[in-house]
């Protein structure tokens, strides 16, 4: 069945909702405004059970069905933090919080699950239990395996989890998804690599670090050239490079570079990070540098369970008509990995149009994806959990 009529007529009052969340972003844990305004309105809804504060500011709804004699509980997950980022669209309720917006579209995610959780506590048309997860911290924070570590699955007996994010350059309204590595894994690490500064006219007297840096950004590119099965994903991206030294004439003490890992197979991730220290460290000292590393390891990769993924799509194609289940991985990194590590799921994109692109100051979420992803959420209750 299409876009459900009740969500249809709900869609200007949860615009309002994303667009109040979008004027008002908050970061990372701190995202008390958000929660506090997504608990009063689930409670306003008339779910059976709202608690605060799971995973620091997380919030947990519960919504029974008519029956619960089947006993299956769903998770739906929707994420509510924003970025450090100055935004520029022009929306007349753009940000009012300088270096802050919904610049991943978090506010469209949080405002979507709350519609789809009006929706079920009005109609109530399923047999057992949904459990509504809004989570903060989702952009470095892993907030979702706070919540995790918070006893979000054990305390609820979650027994599936599933999760939406948009998608520009889908067209609005399409769903997209994959079984298997969906997202990838995303580390990071910092090196300091140690020289002995000097006259830029007798570097023969000196340890360059910054010739010693540009050695160590080369070798690392090895490790997806030489060292990991071609077939398989890897990317190695140096982002940043830093001296002491601002001058023209002065070779550097030290070099710091930054940067982050990404792969789709957790056997290649393991494999990345000791053939890493093995490059830095001994390129290094091959220049008769030293080299200092924090490696940490981030969020795991994004795996999509198979009937769960089935599932997804069948949920997906009762609302639209454009449903890509071979959508391709991507090498972004996503929190959801978390849950979906302790519970079979899926975690599908839906179309946000030609907008800009993620984490971009003139990102916006496009209202027009809502009632697609309000009638994902509810079709999946529904489907999975059919009334008797």
Known sequence: MPIRNRIAELQTEIAGWRQDFHRHPELLYEVHRTAGKVAEKLRGFGCDEVTEGIGRTGVVAVIKGKTDTKGRVIG?????????????????????????????????????????????????????TAVVIFQPAEEGGAGGLAMC?????????????????????????????RKGPTLASAD????TIRGKGGHAARPQLAIDPVVTAGHVIVALQTIASRNIDPVKEVVVSICTLKSDSETHNVIPMSVKLRGTIRTLDPEVREQVEPRFRAIVENTCAAFGATAEIDYERGYPVTVNHDENTDFAAEAARAVSTEVNTNFPPRLGGEDFAYMLERRPGCYISLGNGDSAPLHHPEYNFNDDAIPAGCSWFAEMVERRMPAA
């Not at 753009?94 to 959780?117: F, N, R, V, Y």
């Not at 990071?188 to 090196?191: G, K, N, S, T």
């Open 188 to 191: 990071q690490f910092d090196i």
């Open 149 to 177: 570590e918070d006893g979000l699955m054990d305390r609820w007996n979650i027994q599936e989890v599933y999760g939406l994010h948009n998608a520009p350059g889908l067209p609005v309204g399409t769903f997209a998804m």
């Open 76 to 128: 739906l997950r929707a994420d509510m933090d924003a970025l450090p980022i100055n935004e520029i669209t022009g929306v007349d309720y753009a940000s009012e919080t300088p270096g802050m917006m919904h610049a991943c579209g978090h506010d469209g995610h949080t405002a979507i699950l709350l519609g789809a959780a009006k929706y079920l506590a009005e109609t109530r048309n399923f047999d057992g």
